[in-house]
């Protein structure tokens, strides 16, 4: 199987490092054509010293990665099988990996002239980095997040030959929170297996920067919004005289939108450090009137500006460096014990992710980050929580400034009992991540901790690092499930209705929703990606290879055999293919319900939710919406909907619609309907409703509810039970018409409850909707007066679920479950109690729900689609669909620099063309063209409909060739 890399390989635009851009940058990256080897410590022993002269014999040395890890750089030299195949890595020897390795290479000299300055700069070694130039020793990095900074010129080569050889320490176990800073997950998580070495290497960029004698280090521009047409600006920043001589100079910045100039002349004498500041009392071009807002994704765009910073003396530029930022201001509350996130005055509903790792042996670099930050832009997603600080790449900041994507930060504790071995160390890594990122206006929030709170004295220090080095600018918050949060967790799967109904409960924190850091469940990948890393032996049935990429125990906090039984409600698999066909479907439902759910609640206590994970790491079937190979699945799909800032959404627990408005825009008459067609295309009108509303901004408005129980002569009546457990005890949730909602007895057998139907009716049909707590006896009675009874049904065998029960009609006003005899240990426990006088309604077992929102233009700004069963979570009526053949038609058309297939879609003559999966292949090799953005995937049309979706990616994945499309209904 090719490398991540070479899958990667292709034309992606590179982004361009915006922080720290020196005067004259030579690049020791690998990528350069800089040629780095490595190898064990123990292997050269006392050679050592030799190592460090020019022309040494490295032939019997690896290949390195630079940035990367010491694994990685095996494999891409293809001295261990591929790591992401099967159980490859978990049959590797970890102690050939386990202990440190030396890094080397040689470079010519960069070109200098008189007075100039050569300096070293690496921005992350893991764990430790013994620093060696020509020779010399000039320093040690402690923490993957240490800087490195040293002045070389003096260390040059006569020869123009330099020789750097960097000891890289293993970071050794156990790894949380023992050897933080650091990848704490590293030696194996629930979703990413332990890597040999613990990730240990040279992981950020090495170079060289050329300058005069005074050098500008950790610009900083600070922004501030007393009113949304007013900022003020500040900068700070250091100067460094490195050079034997006194300077005097000019520090100039030029600040771009606006060409905004201030200047200042500068006197430093020889070795001195100057600490620099520009603001609005001494410059008053600082104060911007109508400024250019940076606003997170949905809310407005993310505009950035720019700040270049020259210090010149004697007519030359010793050094230069450009800093990207954007004019906003955050701020928060608790109020009610929940966490709202404000910006630029304005309340922002979170609506974000979580990140364990960029990729899992850290082969994620430049360009790939903005693929993956676009995609959560398409999911209109506002939020990634970079997990445990677990990515460290300028990148990732940099695509989020770009795409409006807001960041909560961790640092690298993980709720485990004890500190860092060094905490000091562990404190310099947090200032210095500090100072190197506090320019991104993306980061919104600093956490201390991992489910749990930082150990004294971290948390204190924590605090004062965020007030100290960013100026409190951003909230500091200690515990990423606790402190106005609702806690973390579950990370399984449930039916849709779980997540609308009171309260889908977390692991810490309050109750309710609130604003949840994590929550999720397990994804299955598509077919296609499952063959890429699951070998054909152990590919069906269910086996212990699927757990090596968590589906089993190893990820039991997933949930694999709730998963599994969800995605057996649509029907008995045949095989591998059509389990990840079905599992599309489980994906898209209880992905959509997850944030659906959380907005149905919005500003009601509800603020944020982040699912865990929106990426994905290493190829598995757990916790992601695109997969490793990026191929969207059920998941990207429910997310993207879910989560439109102009939404119109259905609650499966109570059927009522609402209109979720997330941005800042009133939009007026607007018209909400709902279509329901049963399993066989037919519209039943009866069902459907209308209604004009106004979506207020940032709020949630009410449209109309849906009952499909309108025969249902019990619905909204009233309802008297024998006695109310703890957990349910409101008798009227079995007629409210809401399947998220239940009716819990007492625990002992003689319990009951009944409906008043007001007037005396013919009783045909009595349908009880159980919980899992159900009776195994029980009797159906009637009555006119609530006092005397007479037995209409009895059974000794109640199974549970929904049992519908016919009746020889009777008439009566009262209705009632008597039990006599419980299934479990809890009491009786009933969602719905309904009555028919019929025998039910003509609704097939499984019902479509199209909504659609359009303007006063008749525009549609959104819709939505559902599949709703009358058995609650039973989908197999689909299996019955009839075959559908869909046409489509095609062309390939040039965007913006982009390849883009446009694709009609048409359904001519089938009643339903369900889930419609649409694929851009290559013809040369019949590979996937990934990564790719789609409009839509996997739709649904009626008899007559078309739908125009596009494809947009790279054009050089096309690789001089063609492309052919796949496009087949779940119905095929």
């Known amino acids: ?88 890595i978990y049959q590797v020897d970890q102690q050939k990996y386990n202990r440190n390795f030396w890094y080397r290479t040689e470079f010519a000299s960069p070109a200098m002239g008189g007075g100039k300055t050569c300096r070293l700069h690496f921005k992350g070694i893991n764990r430790k980095g013994e620093v060696f130039f020509n020779g010399v020793r000039i320093g040690l990095l402690d923490g993957f997040m240490d800087r490195g900074d040293f002045d070389v010129t003096k260390l040059l080569s006569p020869s123009g030959k330099n020789v750097l050889a960097v000891l890289v320490y293993w970071p050794g176990k156990p790894i949380a929170n023992h050897a933080s800073p650091t990848y704490i997950s590293s030696d194996g998580w629930d979703w990413m297996p ?55 100079g000019e520090l100039t910045a030029v600040i771009q939108p606006g060409n905004i100039v201030v200047k200042q002349s500068v006197h430093m004498r020889a070795g001195e450090h100057a600490a620099l500041q520009f603001n609005a009392a001494k410059f008053s071009q600082l104060q911007i009137k109508d400024p250019l807002l940076w606003w997170p994704n949905g809310y407005g765009d993310p505009n950035l500006y720019s700040c270049t910073i020259k210090y010149t003396s004697g007519g030359r530029v010793s050094d230069s460096q450009r800093v990207q930022f954007g004019i906003r201001k955050y701020s928060y509350d608790t109020t009610g014990g929940v966490l709202h996130i404000k910006i630029n005055g304005e309340k922002v509903y979170v609506r974000g992710g979580n990140w364990g790792m960029s990729e899992y042996l850290l082969r994620c670099r430049g360009s790939e980050y903005e693929v993956k930050v676009k995609l959560h832009r398409a999911m ?20 989020c400034d770009k795409y409006g994507i807001m960041i909560w930060d961790d640092f690298w504790l993980n709720s485990h009992p004890n500190l ?80 609308f109904t009171k309260y889908p409960g977390g692991f810490g924190g309050n109750a309710g929703w609130g604003f949840r850091t994590e929550i999720g469940t397990a994804v299955f990948t598509t077919y296609e990606s499952f063959k890429k890393f699951i070998p054909d032996s152990s590919a069906w049935p269910r086996s212990t290879m699927w757990d090596k990429h968590f589906f089993g125990k190893s990820a039991a906090n997933a949930g694999p055999d709730n998963y599994d039984a969800a995605v057996k409600s649509y029907g008995v698999p045949t095989g591998i293919e059509d389990y990840c066909r079905k599992a599309q ?31 994905s790491a290493y190829p598995s079937f757990v916790w992601q919406t695109y997969d490793y190979y990026y191929d969207l699945t059920g998941a990207y799909w429910g997310v993207k909907k879910a989560c439109e800032p102009l939404h119109i959404q259905w609650s499966y627990a109570d059927n009522s619609v609402k209109v979720i408005n997330t941005t800042l825009e009133n939009h007026p008459g607007l018209k909400a309907e709902a279509i329901i067609y049963d399993l066989n295309g037919r519209v039943q009108t009866k069902y459907g409703k209308t209604a004009t509303i ?27 039970a024998s006695s109310g457990a703890v957990e349910a005890p409101d008798a009227a949730a079995i007629t409210d018409g809401n399947s998220g909602s239940r009716w819990s007895s007492g625990y002992s057998d003689n319990e009951w409850v009944y409906v008043d139907l007001g007037v005396e009716q013919t009783i045909k049909t009595v349908v009880l909707n159980w919980e899992a707590a159900h009776a195994r006896a029980y009797i159906i009675q009637v009555s006119n007066d609530a006092i005397h009874w007479t037995d209409v049904y009895s059974t000794s065998e109640g199974r549970g679920s929904v049992e519908q029960i016919s009746l020889t009609p009777v008439k009566a006003r009262f209705v009632k479950m008597q039990g006599l005899q419980r299934a479990t240990d809890f009491g009786y426990s009933l969602y719905d109690l309904e009555v028919y006088n019929t025998n039910r309604p003509a609704l097939t077992d499984v019902q479509f729900i199209k909504l659609l929102l359009t303007d006063a233009q008749g525009k549609t700004v959104s819709d939505n689609f559902y599949w709703r069963s009358n058995k609650l979570a039973d989908y197999t009526a689909l299996s019955k669909l009839p075959k559908a053949a869909v046409k489509y038609e095609s062309k390939l058309v040039n965007s913006n620099g982009k390849a883009v297939i446009e694709v009609t879609v048409s359904n001519p003559t089938a009643p339903v063309a369900f889930a419609i999966r649409v694929q851009a292949i290559r013809t040369s090799d019949g590979e996937r063209l990934l990564p790719a ?14 739908k125009k979706i596009e494809i947009e990616f790279d054009a050089a994945l096309l690789q001089g060739g063609g492309y052919k499309l796949i496009v087949e209904p779940y119905n095929k």
């Open 420 to 499: 860092p071995d060094d905490v000091y160390a562990f404190n310099k890594n947090a200032v210095e991540k500090i100072k190197r990122l506090r320019n991104h206006p993306s980061i919104a929030v600093w956490c201390g901790d991992n489910e749990g709170y930082p150990l004294p004295p971290l948390n204190g220090w924590l605090r004062e690092d965020v007030t100290t080095f960013d100026g409190g600018d951003r909230w500091y918050q200690p515990n990423s499930h606790s402190d106005a949060l609702t806690g973390s967790g579950p990370w399984t799967n449930f039916h849709p209705n779980w997540y």
């Open 194 to 248: 332990s890597v040999p070495g613990l990730l240990q290497g040279i992981v950020s960029d090495v170079y060289l920067s050329v300058t005069g004698g005074v050098v500008i280090s950790d610009p900083w521009v600070r922004t501030a919004l007393p009113a949304k047409n007013q900022a003020v600006l500040s900068l700070n920043l250091g100067l460094n005289n490195l050079s034997d001589k006194t300077d005097s």
């Open 380 to 399: 209109n997603l506002n939020m990634i929580r970079n997990w445990i600080g677990s990515v460290t790449d300028d990148e990732l900041y940099e695509a």
């Open 933 to 946: 953005l789609m409009d839509d995937n996997y739709f649904t049309l009626f008899k007559g409909e078309r």
């Open 585 to 615: 479907l489980v994906n898209i439902e209880t992905n959509k319900a997850l944030y659906e759910g959380w907005q149905h609640h919005m500003w009601n206590d509800a603020s944020g939710v982040m699912t865990w994970m929106s990426q």
């Open 694 to 720: 106004e979506a207020a901004a940032d709020t949630t408005t009410s449209c109309f509810d849906l009952n499909f129980s309108t025969e249902n002569i019990a619905y909204k009546k009233s309802a008297v």
């Open 1 to 88: 199987m090719a490398s991540f890399y070479s899958r990667m390989a292709g034309g992606l635009l590179l982004l361009t490092a915006l922080t720290t851009t020196a005067q004259e940058k030579t690049d020791l990256n690998s990528s350069t054509g800089i040629q780095w080897k490595l190898t064990p410590q123990a292997e050269i022993g006392r050679d050592s010293v030799q190592a460090f002269k020019e022309g040494y014999d490295t032939k019997r040395w690896v290949p390195a990665v630079v940035p990367g890890c010491v694994f990685t750089s095996y494999v891409q030299a293809r001295l261990e099988k591929d790591p992401n195949f099967g159980d490859n």
